[in-house]
T-cell receptor, first 108, second 113 residues
Framework: GQNIDQPTEMTATEGAIVQINCTYQ??????LFWYQQHAGEAPTFLSY????GLEEKGRFSSFLSRSKGYSYLLLKELQMKDSASYLC?????????FGQGTELSVKP | DSGVTQTPKHLITATGQRVTLRCSPR?????VYWYQQSLDQGLQFLIQ???????AKGNILERFSAQQFPDLHSELNLSSLELGDSALYFC????????????FGDGTRLSIL
C-alpha cells in the first residue's frame, strides 16, 4: 500500500529553526517533493529530492534517505509568513502521493 | 501566480447534479493532473493526462470523468453529485521529466447542498 506520515501540527518561534519529518512506504519512488500550502490556497513547490542527501534553497533545505524511507524539510530564520501547511509528496511514476500535511504555526 | 488557470473559483450546486470544472495548464506544459482535497482526506490524486491521452489514474470515482483537448486544456466532469463530493478540486500541470514539479492552479471550491 501507499503510506506517507507527517506530524499533524508543529509550533515554532519566529527566528528559530524547525524540522518537519516525513516517512514513506510506497510501491514506487521517482522522487520526493515538498510543497507549502496556505489555507484555502494552491500548494506551491518548495523542493525536490531524488538522490540521498541534502538540497539547500535559501532558508529551506530538504533531506532524503531512500534506504530509510525518510525525508525532512528544514526551515531556518522562521518568519510569521511561514505559518502554513507543509505537504510531503512521493512521486510514483506520474502521480504525486501526498501526506496529510503538517500545520506549522509560527509564534512571535 | 503559477500560470495554471482554473474556472470557476466557486461552484454551489445540489445533490444529483452534474458540473464541469475547467483547467488551462501553463504555457508549454503537456501534462495535466487533477486532485481532490477534502478536510479529512488531504490531497488525493484523481487522474493525469499527457498531450491528450490518459496517463495515470488514481482513486477516481466512476461518476467522475476527465479529458484533455487538443489545445491542452482539461475538463473534469462530476456527475450524480453527493454531499461527500464537496471539496477543493485542484488542477496541476508540468513539463515532461521526472524531476519537474507540478504547478497548481488556485482550485475550484465545490459545495454540494
Amino acid at each position: 500500500g501507499q503510506n506517507i506520515d507527517q506530524p499533524t501540527e508543529m509550533t515554532a518561534t519566529e527566528g528559530a529553526i524547525v524540522q518537519i519529518n516525513c516517512t514513506y512506504q510506497t510501491s514506487g519512488f521517482n522522487g520526493l517533493f515538498w510543497y507549502q500550502q496556505h489555507a484555502g490556497e494552491a500548494p506551491t513547490f518548495l523542493s525536490y529530492n531524488v538522490l540521498d542527501g541534502l538540497e539547500e534553497k535559501g532558508r529551506f533545505s530538504s533531506f532524503l534517505s531512500r534506504s530509510k524511507g525518510y525525508s525532512y524539510l528544514l526551515l531556518k530564520e522562521l518568519q510569521m509568513k511561514d505559518s502554513a501547511s507543509y505537504l510531503c509528496a512521493v512521486r510514483d511514476l506520474g502521480k504525486l502521493i501526498f501526506g496529510q500535511g503538517t500545520e506549522l504555526s509560527v509564534k512571535p | 501566480d503559477s500560470g495554471v488557470t482554473q474556472t470557476p473559483k466557486h461552484l454551489i450546486t445540489a445533490t444529483g447534479q452534474r458540473v464541469t470544472l475547467r483547467c488551462s495548464p501553463r504555457s508549454g506544459d503537456l501534462s495535466v493532473y487533477w486532485y481532490q482535497q477534502s478536510l479529512d482526506q488531504g490531497l488525493q490524486f484523481l487522474i493525469q493526462y499527457y498531450n491528450g491521452e490518459e496517463r495515470a489514474k488514481g482513486n477516481i470515482l466512476e461518476r467522475f470523468s476527465a479529458q484533455q483537448f487538443p489545445d491542452l486544456h482539461s475538463e473534469l466532469n462530476l456527475s450524480s453529485l453527493e454531499l461527500g463530493d464537496s471539496a477543493l478540486y485542484f488542477c496541476a500541470s508540468s513539463i515532461q521529466g521526472e524531476n519537474q514539479p507540478q504547478h497548481f492552479g488556485d482550485g475550484t471550491r465545490l459545495s454540494i447542498l
